[in-house]
């Protein structure tokens, strides 16, 4: 469904709230008049300044079923998201109207996108992402970021913020203005921020800039352009295992001493995180005739970065798939040493150009759409073994460069090593009558799919063969209705069907190689997509101090797909990605806010019910060939009860405001019988807004709270097991329980800052 701004669509004038007085807008920025014919909701820029300099992940965590965890405090490092009990590989993400999730294994990586002070609003759509939306992986709704426009008199903003950790940030935005004579207005901004790890020795940095330029003309012709550049580096928090949990808490982290006469894989500067992405969008408007208008959406994505790690190789004895083998990383190992310590980062860059074209025909009443997008990636995956400084504990080179581990046969050893280039061709369609005098709106449409994957395995003995190629095609019908009783009250329905191509990384066998147990991560290449149709109806009260919203949304899945960690006999592990089988949900979204209401305090409220129960047995992996008991329980990774609160204060010059999130257990294996604990999180924050001086407008003071109690906890189940503990299959076996199998986020702690910002 196109709903009342598509991703794709060129930036429109904001809702009448948006541009009203900061202090009388409903929710104080966690709300905005909605028309969507679905579930909707929307953060603004008033929410966003008056929050620590996060990230998008970090702003949207109050919004009615997003469930999200920070790795750190300021969101420098990667986050985690669920929304309805659905992972962030299963939501679509877009920047101006192009996609951002990882082409392959659909990740989201919410440290990389875009500035918090540059942002204009971030819509999220808790059920199904627009017909438009370009996604291969969206069977769970998409988050839709959209920029603040270019001003048209020159001006800028600062802001310097320092807090705990020794976290600091500087950010800078000059506007130019119209340039000359002309409809042309673009800015730039600039920012750099570092801070060092809450837990274990290290740190994170990040540069970042930003540009967006407009150009209108006539009648609703506008040309846009935006890019994005980014480039840091953070020290990775090792994985959290259960028992890790229970007995270490929160002090789990890689070594902060070298010892050079016993090097240890273990040293920090051996586990850090470089990358660097450029992202460039060029939406852009034309209108052909007084009916008919052409929107056009090119876009390119560059990534490159690595997760780095180390481990001692017996390099005279090297397992080379199905065989072993002698090696050599030349004359940094002269005298023939038989274990070596070597680095071994897991590279992934990714060239990604695609484009969303549309035609919007609008005759009276009703409105066509129809559009077509087109993308070609390529993207090269590596892992090789590299020579680390013995002096120092560094690696000669972050992204595995320089010396590498070299074999008898003369390969140069990898932990994998692939080519994926992906096409993908979509042709959509939609129909839009508007009855009644706009009471009624009904819309229909259908999205056909076409993908086609091709892989290249460089390593040997794959299970696969060198060379993978899949496609898969699927039509995704939708259908909406959206009826205002009046002018406050409307009510809406919807059922979309979504689907998600399995990651690249099912088409690949990779990792450590086991004699007679194959790779460490095996590859499924004949998975299915998965499928899923969600359907909604809902109620919306919008009026002059009160708005609220109460959905009830049902989805059923086939083909849920899954990572899944396998313990074998051997004690080792291995990873594949399964088919879970079927899978449904009943649930209820509702949320509240209001304008000021008592002494300038603006309450906003979120909840969220869901009874999510998985459909099928699922296979306990390892020799056993038995299905541990899944069926009719509930889904892993899914918090039945959410509550989110945030109350804010602002009589013009102080402001202040406290939000409250409560997540309920989410199990981590299919059999529940392991989980994280419930969970509240409480943050708050108070600021000043001075007269202005001069040139200097809106000078402001701020300082920010999080995780005010310093509650340590659990977020996020990373994976999902079948089983935990032994247990009886479903054909009588005893299946060996897997406690160690699931790795967990463990979320940021306390944290402050205070910012001091101004215009000009």
């Known amino acids: 469904m196109m709903g009342a701004t598509a991703p794709t669509d060129v930036e429109k004038e904001e809702h009448l709230e948006v541009h009203a007085s900061p202090r009388t807008r409903i929710g104080a920025g966690l709300m905005i008049k909605e028309d969507a014919p679905k579930s909707r909701s929307t953060v603004t820029q008033q929410f966003i300044s008056e929050q620590a300099p996060n990230n ?114 500087i950010f800078g935005r000059v506007d130019t203005g119209y340039v000359g004579s002309t409809h042309l207005k673009g800015y730039f901004s600039f920012s750099d921020a570092a801070e060092s790890s809450w837990r274990g020795p290290g740190g994170q940095n990040k540069m970042h800039g930003e540009t967006k330029w407009v150009n209108a003309w006539g009648q609703g012709n506008v040309i846009s352009l935006t890019l994005v550049g980014n480039t840091g580096t953070s020290t990775l928090f090792p994985s959290t295992r259960m028992s890790n949990w229970l007995t270490n808490g929160i002090h789990n982290s890689y070594s902060a001493k070298w ?126 073994y590299s020579l680390i400084n013995y002096a120092t504990g560094k690696p000669l080179d972050l992204n595995g460069g320089g010396p590498n581990l070299v074999l008898a046969n003369g390969d140069t050893a990898e932990y994998r090593n692939t080519l994926t280039q992906t096409r993908i061709h979509t042709l959509f369609i ?69 689907f998600r191509v399995p990651q690249n990384y099912s088409l690949y066998d990779s990792g450590a190689y086991y004699p007679g147990g194959g790779y460490a991560t095996k590859a499924n290449p004949t998975l299915r997509p998965e499928i899923s149709i969600s359907t909604e109806a809902g109620w919306r009260y919008q009026g002059p101090m009160i708005m609220s919203s109460l959905t009830y949304f049902h989805y ?58 998985t459909d099928s047995n699922i296979a306990a992996g390892g020799n056993t060939g038995d299905y541990v008991y899944s069926k009719g329980k509930f889904a892993p990774q899914t918090p039945q009860y959410q509550f989110g609160l945030n109350l804010n204060y602002d009589d013009g010059h102080f402001f202040g405001n406290y939000s409250l999130k409560y997540v309920a257990r989410q199990y981590s294996t ?37 995780n005010l109690t310093n509650n340590h906890y659990l977020g996020y189940a990373s994976g999902v097991a079948s089983n935990a503990y032994a247990t009886r299959g479903v054909y009588g076996n005893k299946i060996k329980g897997s406690p160690t199998a699931t790795s967990f986020a463990i979320a940021a702690p306390f944290f402050v800052m205070a910012t001091a910002s101004v215009d000009f």
């Open 670 to 706: 299919f059999n529940n019988d392991q989980h994280i604990p419930s969970y509240v999180l409480m943050n708050i924050g108070a600021g000043y807004h001075f007269k202005d001086m001069g040139r200097f407008k809106s000078p402001t003071i701020r300082i920010n709270l999080q």
């Open 259 to 384: 010892d050079a006469a016993n090097p240890s894989g273990n040293y920090y500067e051996l586990h850090r995180n470089p990358f660097t992405n450029i992202y460039a969008s060029a939406p852009s408007t034309f209108t052909l005739t007084d009916h008919l208008k052409l929107t056009e959406t090119p876009y390119f994505w560059y990534g490159d970065g690595n997760g780095g790690g180390a481990y001692s190789e017996n390099i005279q004895n090297f397992q080379w798939g199905a065989t072993k083998t002698t090696g050599s990383i030349g004359p940094y190992n002269a005298t023939n040493t038989k274990s070596l310590l070597l680095y071994n980062p897991s590279n992934t860059q990714t060239y990604r150009p695609g484009a969303v074209t549309k035609l919007t025909l609008t005759t009276g009443k009703n409105r066509l759409m129809a559009g077509y997008w087109f993308e070609y990636s390529k993207q090269f995956q590596s892992g090789p």
């Open 56 to 169: 998008p992940m970090q702003l949207i965590a109050l919004l009615p079923g997003v469930n999200t965890t920070s790795l750190d405090p300021l969101g420098l490092s990667s986050g985690y998201m669920s929304m309805r009990g659905l992972t962030q590989d299963q939501i679509g993400y877009t920047l101006e109207g192009f996609p951002v999730n990882d082409i392959g294994n659909y990740a989201i990586y919410p440290q990389e996108i875009v500035d918090a002070e540059n942002l204009r609003t971030i819509n999220v759509e808790q059920g199904s992402a627009d017909l438009d939306s370009p996604h291969l992986s969206a069977t769970g709704g998409a988050v839709d970021m959209y920029l603040l426009g270019p001003k048209d008199k020159f001006g800028g903003a600062v802001d310097m913020s320092y807090g705990s950790y020794d976290s600091r940030r």
């Open 430 to 498: 939609a129909d839009n009558i508007s009855l009644l005098n706009d009471k009624l709106n009904i819309e229909a449409g259908l999205k056909y799919t076409f993908v086609q994957r091709q892989g290249h395995n460089f390593l040997p003995d794959t299970s696969t063969g060198p060379y993978i190629s899949q496609s898969w095609q699927q039509p995704l019908p939708a259908a909406s209705i959206r009826y205002k009783l009046n002018s406050r009250n409307q009510l809406f329905a919807s059922v979309t069907t979504n």
């Open 556 to 613: 059923n899945f086939t083909n849920r797909l899954y990572s899944k960690t396998v313990q074998t006999t051997g004690g080792n592990y291995y990873s594949e990605s399964i088919n879970g089988g079927g899978m449904h949900a009943d649930g209820v979204d509702f949320e509240f806010g209001t304008a000021p209401i008592l002494y300038h305090i603006r309450p906003y409220f979120s909840a969220e019910y869901i009874h999510a129960i």
